[in-house]
């Protein structure tokens, strides 16, 4: 089982960035594919980006085309969400989240190892 930890969520105003962190300890995430998800009050948990273990393949949610970057850095065990032009409807609790596999998924039911999650609120 690997560890994961989410940082970087906070107040922002609409129109700017944030980049969420995730730092991932107890195995090393290099043959982890890895994802964000987010879950807004009241709404179901959705699929932001998802990048697999060597950061090659890759896939978004429609929410975050063209607006987020889902990085990583093996080296240093991290998972990284660049946020630009941030919305309202952005305002969620971000989640981490690692599979030890190759493929790539959008859906949460294939992931199971799970950050507690990051608060990022976005103000109009």
């Known amino acids: 089982q690997v560890q994961l930890v989410e940082s970087g969520g906070e107040l922002v105003q609409a129109g700017g960035s944030l980049r969420l962190s995730c730092a991932a300890s107890?195995?090393?995430?290099?043959?982890?594919?890895m994802a964000w998800f987010r879950q807004a009050p009241g709404r179901d948990r959705e699929f932001v980006a998802a990048l697999g273990y060597n950061g090659r393949t890759y896939t978004y949610g429609d929410s975050g085309k063209g607006r987020f970057t889902i990085s990583r850095d093996n080296a240093k065990n991290m998972l990284y969400l660049q946020m630009n032009d941030l919305k309202p409807e952005d305002t969620a609790v971000y989640y981490c989240a690692a599979r030890e596999d190759k493929g790539v998924y959008s859906t949460e039911d294939r992931y199971d190892n799970w950050g507690q999650g990051t608060q990022v609120t976005v103000s109009s």
């Open positions: 107890g195995r090393p995430i290099s043959t982890y594919g």
